[in-house]
């Protein structure tokens, strides 16, 4: 019934995307292929970022008639015209204005700072939990800093071990920029395995995941998954891997996929106040990828995150959010449903890439963006999957900023059903399922294998 309920939302849809997501939803029941989604063409991060050279068209014509039912559906009345939806959206959109206006003014006057920092010391002290007040910062910011999270002098060593492993593997390595790469094809190197399953990572993990909250019982929040991803590199004046301001999980998805569309009801009603960025519930029925892209997401990830391995300041290749959830999501949500927008695009969402946004359709995110605090080895740091951010245009340090990316998961059948797919390629050294599929590690030396998998790690990673 899950499956036929789920085809049945996705009816919508152009049929070029169905096999993908039959494929995906055949693996939900236990029944259906070993590996039921086509593996990802080969490339590297720059393949979903516009702004890192990637080819995107802007204009869709069935995006005219989706805007038209949207505004529809919006309001208070289910048999409304789409003029009386699009007067509903557009007074939302005017009182979000004032509200985001209010809010950074009262950022800027606060003492405290924009983004949350918590030592994990502190949440350990306390059960394993942030503290309410953290925890009201967190999800009013959807970012934090977490210090402490494995010893300093250990994130050091991780960060060596690593420049090892490339280095014996120099001729096979393969990254984005391709002549100089900061961002690296490279998954299962021993030192990334140790820090994805170190006690303190899966305890991050674990805290972060006791933010959310659902009643539809699909997302166990109480166990974490880990959902593997590649590390950055980036050195002293690297002005290339300059990504400008984005939203990752998706970008027309959010619109087009009817489970994915429905977290945001309350925005695309026309009453994003009551949008709860925390509520868990359908995220493990949205559709994500749609269109089987390299670097696109099909794993529920409560967090985007990675680990730092080096001292970093703002301005030092680090990363810029926009500190405000809630008020950010509906903004970039209801922006194309306004009258300036042209009818056929949804404002810096494109196929098979990540959400843009830009000071042309989103000046005043562009505008709100600010730094994270300074970072050390060892410290995380955590952001919404819904979350606004980019990365520093120039890297104006003095020495390497470097970071594993350890995202935040929990189990479910969406995600664990990934995790047996990502199981299989770990032991043969393939890139994982959503990555281009380069399996540059296939013969590299020292590679991590099933040995280095704690008990723990067993658990986190799905393997069977």
């Known amino acids: 019934d899950w499956v036929r309920g789920s085809l049945h939302r996705m009816s919508g849809t152009m049929a070029s995307r169905m096999s993908v997501i039959q494929g995906q939803l055949a693996g939900a029941t236990g029944t259906g292929p070993a590996d039921p989604a ?37 309001g208070d009345s289910p048999n409304g015209t789409a003029a009386e939806g699009s007067r509903q959206l557009a007074q939302s959109w005017d009182r979000l204005l004032v509200a985001m206006a209010r809010e950074l003014a009262l950022l800027k006057s606060a003492p405290t700072p924009a983004i949350p920092s918590v030592d994990m010391r502190d949440v350990v002290r306390n059960g394993g939990v942030l503290a309410l007040e953290a925890a009201a910062a967190v999800r009013r910011a959807g970012v934090v800093v977490l210090r402490n999270v494995v010893p300093r002098e250990q994130a050091v060593q991780w960060k060596q071990d690593l420049e090892a492993y490339l280095g014996r593997n120099r001729d096979g390595v393969l990254g984005y920029p391709a002549a100089e790469p900061v961002v690296y094809e490279v998954y299962w190197s021993k030192p990334q395995i140790e820090a994805r399953q170190h006690p303190g990572t899966v305890a991050a993990v674990h805290a972060m995941n006791s933010l959310w909250h659902s009643d539809d019982g699909q997302v166990d929040f109480s166990t974490p998954r880990m959902y593997v991803d590649r590390c950055r590199v980036r050195p002293p004046g690297d002005a290339g891997f300059a990504l400008t301001t984005h939203v990752d999980n998706g970008s027309l998805e959010r619109w087009e996929d009817p489970a994915y ?56 290749g680090s990363l810029k959010v926009f500190p405000l959830l809630r008020e950010s999501i509906a903004y970039y949500l209801l922006r194309p449903l306004q009258p300036d927008a042209p009818p056929d695009t949804l404002c810096g969402a494109f196929e098979g890439r990540s959400q843009e946004i830009t000071r042309e359709w989103h000046a005043h995110l562009v505008d709100g963006m600010v730094s994270i605090p300074k970072v050390g080895p060892g410290d995380m740091v955590f952001w919404h999957c819904d979350t606004i951010h980019a990365v520093d245009a120039i890297h104006q340090g003095a020495t390497d900023s470097a ?35 380069n399996d540059a590690e296939v013969e590299f030396k020292d590679r991590a294998n099933a040995a280095d998998i704690s008990q723990a790690g067993h658990g986190l990673l799905g393997a069977t």
């Not at 490339?43 to 039912?69: M, Q």
């Not at 935040?408 to 299989?424: K, V």
């Open 38 to 74: 086509p593996r990802k063409s080969k490339g590297t991060i720059g393949d979903v970022f516009v702004n890192l050279g990637s080819e995107a068209s802007s204009g869709h014509p069935r995006l005219v008639d989706l805007k038209e039912r949207l505004a529809r559906e919006a």
């Open 261 to 316: 569309r429905s977290i945001y009801k309350h925005i695309f009603n026309g009453a994003w106040e009551k949008h709860d960025p925390f509520n868990g519930n359908a995220r493990d029925e949205a559709v994500m990828d749609m269109h089987n892209a390299a670097n696109a997401c099909s794993f529920f990830r409560t967090f985007q995150g990675w680990m730092s391995l080096t001292d970093t300041a703002p301005g030092e």
């Open 403 to 437: 970071v594993f990316y350890i995202p935040a998961g929990a189990a479910s059948r969406m995600n664990d059903r990934y995790l047996r797919r990502q199981w299989r390629q770990f032991l043969t050294g393939r890139t994982p399922p959503d990555f281009p599929s």
